[in-house]
């Protein structure tokens, strides 16, 4: 049973930077894609920041040049470097993890980051 549990939310100023981590068990975390998604208040599940495999990067034109991703395989980490962070980051952040082999996404509980004025 895959599980994803993350680490790292809580209430940041805007401009500031915040961290969060998320630590995967039972899956082969080296052939499978890891990332980030969010939802905002009100909205629909997105794509943050996601990497495959073979390190091949897909991510929201709303962070880029501020977010970065990053994954540990010998570790089963995926970590999300947030920059420069705006009101409408403002979210719950998912950890994902996409399993080719069996065609499977799973998820984490959430972990909110919410950016103050």
């Known amino acids: 049973q895959v599980q994803l549990v993350e680490s790292g939310g809580g209430l940041v100023q805007a401009g500031g930077s915040h961290r969060l981590s998320c630590v995967a068990s039972?899956?082969?975390?080296?052939?499978?894609?890891v990332g980030w998604y969010r939802q905002a208040p009100g909205g629909q599940r997105e794509l943050v920041d996601t990497?495959?495999?073979?390190?091949?990067?897909s991510y929201a034109p709303a962070v880029k040049g501020r977010f970065t991703i990053s994954r540990d395989n010998d570790k089963n980490t995926v970590g999300l470097q947030m920059n420069d962070l705006k009101l409408e980051d403002t979210a719950v952040y998912y950890c994902y993890l996409y399993q080719r082999s069996s065609a499977s996404s799973f998820w984490g509980q959430g972990t909110r980051v919410t950016v103050s004025s």
């Open positions: 990497q495959t495999a073979g390190d091949i990067r």
């Open positions: 039972g899956s082969k975390f080296d052939i499978s894609t």
